[in-house]
């Protein structure tokens, strides 16, 4: 059993945004890893995950103050679920302190309420 299937209950419960992020990525493979030599249960390791989950949308609600501006080309954007996800390209991202131009970028974004649902 891979440890990223879960059931529709566990999965309305959290958001899993961050799973796709490289620490989020690599969590999940040694937990895997760890499940397949025997190391761990697949409940645990799912329990973990979901705590990954709400320990990164709370880190960045509560540490990261910065606030940036997007402006740029809407490609395609996309509303399921609660979650919105748009496509950008050219886009231009400015910050009090910098900006930065990106040809393509993917934003998700959801209502952190949710979680606590």
Partial sequence: ?????RSKCE???????????????????????MV?????????????L?????????????????KVTIKGHL???RFCDNVWTFILQDALFKS???QENVSRVKIVACDSKLLTQ
Avoid at 12 to 29: D, K, N, P, V, W
Avoid at 50 to 66: C, G, N, R, W, Y
Wanted: overall charge negative.
């Fill in 1 to 5: 059993m891979k440890i990223s299937q």
């Fill in 96 to 98: 009090e302190e910098s």
């Fill in 36 to 48: 397949q030599n025997g190391d761990l249960s697949p409940e645990i390791a799912i329990q973990v």
């Fill in 50 to 66: 979901v705590q990954f989950d709400k320990s990164m949308t709370e880190a960045l609600e509560a540490q990261v103050k910065t």
């Fill in 75 to 77: 490609h395609t954007y």
């Fill in 11 to 33: 999965e309305m419960a959290t958001f899993e945004l961050y799973r796709r992020s490289t620490i989020g990525m690599c969590l999940t493979e040694t937990l895997d890893e």
